[in-house]
């Protein structure tokens, strides 16, 4: 027992070799500073250093020598007000902790040997943490870590520490590949961080987050029923990755507590297979997820659920995607209001299926005011059959084989923005179909004798068509395509642009475009039959990245006119 403000010099050993439940102890009375001198070693296996016995006060420990846990199942605990670390803290077997109410100041070394356990339990900061080494042990962090906008940097050094519940507040955590802390419990916060590298969450952990975060890395949530929560309306900014890959009927989840609303901002991917996104955890309130960025769900039968809760609102301003066999459902979402208008950012389906509402056949879409891209034959947004309309901002996007069959209850689809159909996609209207002045029908030609688009009523036609080849086709003078077919035609489009030299034909059920003429001279850019200087004119007026739907400048295909490009015409000249 200590009694007032004292140093303990010399070289020898106090052996804290107490018993269970009954530990050696060297206390410390009233606000006393009681210094152990660098050649002092405390060491043993069931002991506690410092509290008070009779006078209670701020007492402070500062070790200059080396205290030492080494017997295995048994620990010493460190329990003073303030204890400052000058020499070493080790566990080389059994743990050393230092308690929660113990607040640490280590410009020494902290470090945990041969199976040792270091736990440090109480408050610091990035400054005052000092120099921890997992070595060969377990270094175990539940207590509150600021760090003052500072970069907690894990290295072979640090070695791999174990995140017991801590809040770490005000600054960066940088875990290289193979460095991530290993998250045990389930009270681990991150408030107001920067997160480089990677954050494994687990089986039955919970991660946490407060106040916003900047992801530049990854964070992880795999197997059974990982969680990463969003307590508090915030941003998740910066260009990192979420990834919930949970596992069928126990998915990784995303909860949001008690009226939370929760940005995902532009360069943040969220990857899913298995995943719930969306509900509360522990207090639940009618919650937001804001999607700026991208949200994937990827994988044969894996399933991601987004919006969980009845009340809770789900906005898509970026991109929603599924690919590759999975399936999102969208419960609810302010994108889709009662009378099937979609708004807002990209949603797309690639050999996949996205469907809106609980029920199989999905909510209706009638009209489109978003981007909706189908890609590969088994693609389907549910249930986007019943789109009538096409706004002027809309878009609609088939490509990689899908096929569209169309039933708008109007009778007519109506087409006043933006449609591309890639052959050998097509769009099938049992009804009619409209192609408004405002709208630009795009088609992508994969063969001679396509249909791209093709309804059982009257096709009404205007606007702009483009039209452009596919790599893997070169026409041949009188290739022809069905760009649109009817019951019957009416009308003609306004405009034609094509990567081609070709002709557009009417019929009283067809519009076609026939490939005319090729001179087969490459270089020959205007068709004269010659390279010459109005070709050369062409290319350097088209030099740079490629920017429009033809590019006929860009010889080499490479997807820029360049210095080979033009190497190529005048190797053509005459």
């Given at each position: 027992?200590?009694?007032?403000?004292?140093?303990?010099?010399?070289?020898?050993?106090?052996?804290?070799?107490?018993?269970?439940?009954?530990?050696?102890?060297?206390?410390?009375?009233?606000?006393?500073?009681?210094?152990?001198?660098?050649?002092?070693?405390?060491?043993?296996?069931?002991?506690?250093?410092?509290?008070?016995?009779?006078?209670?006060?701020?007492?402070?420990?500062?070790?200059?020598?080396?205290?030492?846990?080494?017997?295995?199942?048994?620990?010493?605990?460190?329990?003073?007000?303030?204890?400052?670390?000058?020499?070493?803290?080790?566990?080389?077997?059994?743990?050393?902790?230092?308690?929660?109410?113990?607040?640490?100041?280590?410009?020494?070394?902290?470090?945990?040997?041969?199976?040792?356990?270091?736990?440090?339990?109480?408050?610091?900061?990035?400054?005052?943490?000092?120099?921890?080494?997992?070595?060969?042990?377990?270094?175990?962090?539940?207590?509150?870590?600021?760090?003052?906008?500072?970069?907690?940097?894990?290295?072979?050094?640090?070695?791999?520490?174990?995140?017991?519940?801590?809040?770490?507040t005000g600054g960066t955590i940088s875990a290289p590949s193979g460095l991530s802390p290993i998250l045990t419990g389930t009270n681990t916060i991150f408030d107001a961080t920067t997160v480089a590298g990677t954050i494994a969450v687990g089986t039955n952990q919970r991660l946490w987050t407060r106040n916003g975060m900047v992801l530049d890395g990854t964070i992880e949530?795999?197997?059974?029923?990982?969680?990463?929560?969003?307590?508090?309306?915030?941003?998740?900014?910066?260009?990192?990755?979420?990834?919930?890959?949970?596992?069928?009927?126990?998915?990784?989840?995303?909860?949001?507590?008690?009226?939370?609303?929760?940005?995902?901002?532009?360069?943040?991917?969220?990857?899913?297979?298995?995943?719930?996104?969306?509900?509360?955890?522990?207090?639940?309130?009618?919650?937001?997820?804001?999607?700026?960025?991208?949200?994937?769900?990827?994988?044969?039968?894996?399933?991601?659920?987004?919006?969980?809760?009845?009340?809770?609102?789900?906005?898509?301003?970026?991109?929603?995607?599924?690919?590759?066999?999975?399936?999102?459902?969208?419960?609810?979402?302010?994108?889709?209001?009662?009378?099937?208008?979609?708004?807002?950012?990209?949603?797309?389906?690639?050999?996949?299926?996205?469907?809106?509402?609980?029920?199989?056949?999905?909510?209706?879409?009638?009209?489109?005011?978003?981007?909706?891209?189908?890609?590969?034959?088994?693609?389907?947004?549910?249930?986007?059959?019943?789109?009538?309309?096409?706004?002027?901002?809309?878009?609609?996007?088939?490509?990689?084989?899908?096929?569209?069959?169309?039933?708008?209850?109007?009778?007519?689809?109506?087409?006043?923005?933006?449609?591309?159909?890639?052959?050998?996609?097509?769009?099938?209207?049992?009804?009619?179909?409209?192609?408004?002045?405002?709208?630009?029908?795009?088609?992508?030609?994969?063969?001679?004798?396509?249909?791209?688009?093709?309804?059982?009523?009257?096709?009404?036609?205007?606007?702009?068509?483009?039209?452009?080849?596919?790599?893997?086709?070169?026409?041949?003078?009188?290739?022809?395509?069905?760009?649109?077919?009817?019951?019957?035609?009416?009308?003609?489009?306004?405009?034609?642009?094509?990567?081609?030299?070709?002709?557009?034909?009417?019929?009283?059920?067809?519009?076609?475009?026939?490939?005319?003429?090729?001179?087969?001279?490459?270089?020959?850019?205007?068709?004269?039959?010659?390279?010459?200087?109005?070709?050369?004119?062409?290319?350097?007026?088209?030099?740079?990245?490629?920017?429009?739907?033809?590019?006929?400048?860009?010889?080499?295909?490479?997807?820029?006119?360049?210095?080979?490009?033009?190497?190529?015409?005048?190797?053509?000249?005459?």
């Amino acid at each position: 027992l200590f009694d007032r403000t004292q140093t303990l010099s010399g070289n020898g050993t106090i052996p804290l070799d107490g018993s269970l439940n009954n530990p050696a102890r060297i206390n410390i009375e009233g606000a006393s500073t009681v210094t152990f001198a660098p050649s002092i070693l405390i060491e043993g296996g069931d002991g506690e250093l410092g509290e008070a016995v009779f006078v209670g006060g701020v007492s402070t420990i500062v070790n200059q020598g080396t205290i030492r846990s080494k017997n295995a199942n048994l620990s010493i605990s460190i329990r003073g007000e303030q204890f400052t670390n000058q020499g070493t803290i080790e566990a080389t077997a059994g743990t050393l902790r230092v308690g929660a109410g113990t607040a640490l100041s280590n410009t020494g070394l902290a470090r945990a040997l041969t199976g040792g356990i270091l736990r440090i339990e109480g408050p610091t900061t990035l400054a005052t943490l000092g120099d921890v080494r997992n070595v060969s042990g377990t270094v175990g962090l539940s207590g509150s870590l600021s760090l003052g906008g500072g970069t907690l940097a894990f290295s072979p050094t640090t070695g791999v520490w174990t995140f017991e519940g801590p809040t770490i507040t005000g600054g960066t955590i940088s875990a290289p590949s193979g460095l991530s802390p290993i998250l045990t419990g389930t009270n681990t916060i991150f408030d107001a961080t920067t997160v480089a590298g990677t954050i494994a969450v687990g089986t039955n952990q919970r991660l946490w987050t407060r106040n916003g975060m900047v992801l530049d890395g990854t964070i992880e949530c795999t197997g059974f029923n990982p969680r990463f929560i969003a307590d508090g309306t915030q941003t998740i900014s910066g260009t990192g990755t979420l990834r919930f890959l949970g596992q069928p009927n126990n998915g990784a989840r995303l909860n949001l507590e008690s009226a939370t609303v929760l940005t995902i901002g532009p360069s943040i991917t969220v990857e899913c297979g298995h995943a719930d996104l969306g509900a509360a955890l522990q207090a639940s309130g009618a919650s937001t997820i804001l999607n700026q960025g991208r949200i994937r769900t990827s994988g044969a039968g894996t399933t991601t659920i987004i919006n969980t809760n009845p009340g809770d609102v789900f906005t898509n301003q970026g991109i929603v995607e599924v690919l590759a066999g999975g399936t999102t459902v969208v419960l609810s979402t302010s994108n889709l209001d009662a009378n099937g208008l979609l708004t807002g950012g990209s949603w797309r389906a690639t050999s996949a299926t996205l469907r809106f509402g609980s029920q199989a056949q999905g909510l209706p879409i009638r009209s489109l005011q978003a981007e909706a891209i189908l890609s590969g034959a088994t693609a389907t947004i549910t249930d986007l059959a019943k789109l009538e309309s096409i706004a002027t901002n809309g878009v609609l996007r088939l490509e990689g084989g899908a096929i569209l069959n169309a039933v708008p209850a109007s009778g007519t689809l109506v087409d006043a923005g933006f449609l591309f159909v890639n052959g050998p996609s097509r769009l099938n209207i049992t009804g009619g179909f409209t192609h408004t002045a405002t709208a630009v029908l795009t088609i992508l030609v994969s063969a001679a004798n396509q249909t791209f688009v093709d309804a059982t009523a009257t096709a009404t036609l205007g606007g702009v068509l483009q039209v452009a080849n596919g790599p893997a086709f070169t026409p041949v003078p009188g290739d022809q395509v069905v760009v649109a077919e009817g019951a019957s035609r009416v009308g003609t489009f306004a405009t034609l642009t094509s990567c081609e030299e070709s002709d557009l034909f009417y019929t009283p059920t067809l519009a076609v475009v026939v490939y005319g003429k090729d001179t087969g001279i490459l270089g020959d850019l205007n068709g004269d039959g010659s390279v010459g200087p109005a070709d050369l004119a062409l290319l350097l007026g088209s030099w740079g990245t490629c920017s429009d739907l033809c590019c006929k400048a860009d010889l080499d295909l490479n997807g820029t006119v360049d210095s080979p490009d033009l190497a190529l015409l005048l190797g053509s000249w005459g």
